[in-house]
């Protein structure tokens, strides 16, 4: 299938804050070739954008990362310098390249993904305990390793990578994060790139799979019991689907989304595929031992849940026994889900109107905040 559409954005003003270096098929993997870009001209959006959208059973290899034989003192980034909507985020081609410490290495970036806490933190919603102003936001990133600090064993340059380059997503997230040429990351965070895996499609991955599976570990879920996902087709939702098939060994799955995603839920392993536009799940005569909601209905969800069960609530007012984490980015965490991603058992999932080119970030933004989103939305390519 193959369609076009064109949309129209408001073009941004430029920001050139320096920034110091201290400071659908079965076989479910949407991947979509990388579309051409026009060099970026100061701003993270473009005037006009026309996006082509089609998909294909087989991979579409992103294009490899050429070895960089000298790193730059400055990179070109998208930044902002003051909390608020997508208008503050700005285009800087005068960015310091981050500085590597002993434990970490220099990722030139292929692909980065948007996250839900991506634009929760451009809101000023943890200000408290953010890095200071200003900030080059993202947290996944796809990218190979162009330089190692001295205390690095299991990394070199030329690996290709993937990761959550923040450890604790709301406590001091980095200055320098990966919507940029190249971001600094700790070895521990990192995990090698699947090797079936294009960039784009391992981009998707590291925060929403980390969030699946640590969800999941911390209700206790094992083989033989049952689980309901609220917004089975979401980035996080989809990996929680395939997670439980195929590593936790569930009995029963159900999962929601909107009509048009059902036969998504199917694909992924969903025995129930429930279309929340047309019933309420919480009248569901049917309870779960688990129910991961990723959408912000903890106060229904706690409807469906047997008693002793557990309700993950990802975002939302938490209802008992609901109850909240903050993900904890871990390279260990991807490095034991690698050979299920390089089975094909677990597929990841990238929206088709992405992905978006470096230059579109203020629109990938607006798309990711619309909660319309199938699996993640990805930036591709990186300058």
Do not use: W
Request: glycine share 8%; charged share 20%; with cysteine.
């Amino acid at each position: 299938m193959e369609t076009t559409m064109t949309t129209a954005v408001p073009k941004l003003t430029t920001l050139n804050p320096r920034i110091p270096s201290n400071s659908f098929s079965l076989r479910f993997s949407l991947t979509f070739p990388a579309k051409k870009s026009a060099r970026v001209k100061q701003t993270c959006s473009p005037s006009h954008i026309s996006l082509r959208v089609s998909s294909s059973s087989q991979s579409q290899a992103a294009p490899e990362a050429t070895k960089v034989s000298s790193i730059p003192s400055e990179m070109k980034a998208c930044v902002y310098g003051e909390y608020g909507g997508v208008e503050v985020l700005k285009f800087d081609d005068k960015v310091s390249v981050p500085e590597v410490k002993g434990d970490q290495v220099l990722i030139k970036v292929v692909a980065a993904a948007l996250n839900p806490v991506d634009a929760k933190r451009r809101q000023g919603k943890f200000k408290a305990t953010d890095s200071p102003l200003p900030t080059v936001p993202g947290y996944d990133v796809a990218g190979v390793v162009v330089k190692v600090g001295d205390q690095v064993k299991g990394l070199k340059e030329g690996d290709a990578v993937y990761g959550n380059i923040n450890e604790k997503a709301l406590e001091g997230p980095k200055q320098f994060g990966s919507l940029a040429e190249y971001t600094a990351v700790e070895e521990k965070l990192l995990a090698l790139k699947p090797k079936n895996l294009d960039f784009i499609q391992a981009a998707g991955l590291p925060l929403a799979i980390e969030t699946a599976y640590e969800g999941l570990e911390r209700t206790g879920f094992s083989a033989g019991k049952s689980i309901l996902v609220l917004n089975g087709a979401g980035g996080v939702g989809s990996l929680v689907i395939q997670l439980a098939k195929h590593v936790f060994g569930a009995s029963r799955i159900a999962a929601t989304s909107s009509s048009g995603k059902l036969e998504l839920l199917k694909s992924l392993g969903a025995d129930l595929a429930i279309d929340y536009t047309k019933e309420n799940f919480e009248d569901l005569p049917e309870k779960f031992d688990v129910v991961y909601d990723a959408i912000g209905q903890c106060d229904k969800a706690v409807k469906v849940v047997k008693e002793g069960g557990s309700v993950v609530a990802l975002t939302g007012a938490v209802t008992p026994p609901g109850f909240r984490f903050v993900v904890t980015s871990n390279g260990d965490t991807l490095k034991t889900l690698n050979p299920y991603l390089e089975s094909g058992k677990i597929k990841p999932v990238v929206d088709p109107k992405g992905p978006f080119t470096f230059s579109q970030v203020a629109e990938a933004f607006s798309y990711l905040e619309t909660n319309r989103a199938t699996g993640k939305v990805v930036i591709h390519p990186i300058p």
